[in-house]
């Protein structure tokens, strides 16, 4: 089993960056896949950017694809979101997950993370 916990949210403005961290305890981190998604007042939770056990696959979801880069660093068992020139509707908490399976190849669906940190709000105001 890994715990996950997010730090590094807040209240920014528009086109500024923020950069999220999740720091992960427990089962060696390099055995998950793991993403980040987002939940919005009144809306599903959605994928964000998800990352191989090894670090050398990534994938985004199309609005936030060349603004977000997702990354880990294993032998600290952290994971980042570096978020640049956010947006209003980038307004949500961020979740970090990590999946407990193959850890070869990314992830997008919710339902295939198996444990989630607290969240951390981002708010961007215009």
């Known amino acids: 089993q890994v715990y996950l916990a997010e730090s590094g949210g807040g209240l920014v403005q528009a086109g500024v960056s923020l950069r999220l961290s999740c720091a992960a305890s427990?089962?060696?981190?390099?055995?998950?896949?793991a993403g980040w998604f987002r939940q919005a007042p009144g809306k599903e939770r959605e994928f964000v950017a998800a990352?191989?056990?090894?670090?050398?696959?990534?994938y985004y979801a199309d609005s936030v694809k060349g603004r977000f880069t997702i990354s880990r660093d294993n032998a600290k068992n952290t994971m980042t979101l570096q978020m640049n020139t956010l947006k209003p509707e980038d307004t949500a908490v961020y979740y970090c997950?990590?999946?407990?399976?193959?850890?070869?190849?990314?992830?997008?669906?919710?339902?295939?993370?198996?444990?989630w940190g607290q969240g951390t709000q981002v708010t961007v105001s215009s």
């Open positions: 997950a990590a999946a407990s399976r193959y850890s070869g190849t990314i992830y997008t669906p919710v339902k295939l993370y198996d444990y």
């Open positions: 990352i191989s056990g090894s670090g050398a696959n990534t």
């Open positions: 427990g089962r060696t981190f390099s055995t998950y896949a």
